[in-house]
């Protein structure tokens, strides 16, 4: 199993910057993926970004050129980079790993965009 927590969250003004991470523990060798989701008051919980054990990487076309995800093997930390945020990313952002076991997931994190 793997832990996640997230953390980074806040309020910021449109066309600001807010970098998320997610502390991950336990076992990664079943893992396939890490990923963030988010999930705004009333829609479904949506892919953001992810990364594969390979370093590939994928995004929403919503964030395309505005956010980018890492992840530092040394720290076990996952990151999410978001730049010239827009209101329409306020949302609750969720650190999720995919594997052989199924899916793990953090609590959450908010973000507000205001504009």
């Known amino acids: 199993q793997v832990h996640l927590v997230e953390s980074g969250g806040g309020l910021v003004q449109a066309g600001g910057s807010l970098r998320l991470s997610c502390a991950l523990s336990g076992s990664f060798y079943v893992i396939k993926t890490f990923n963030w989701y988010r999930q705004a008051p009333g829609k479904q919980r949506d892919l953001v970004a992810g990364i594969s054990i390979t370093g590939n990487t994928n995004y929403a076309d919503s964030v395309k050129g505005r956010f980018t995800i890492s992840r530092d093997n040394a720290e076990n930390t996952l990151t999410l980079q978001m730049n010239s945020l827009r209101p329409e990313d306020t949302a609750v952002y969720y650190c999720?790993?995919?594997?052989?076991?199924?899916?793990?997931w953090g609590k959450g994190t908010l973000v507000t965009v205001s504009s």
């Open positions: 999720n790993s995919n594997g052989f076991f199924g899916d793990s």
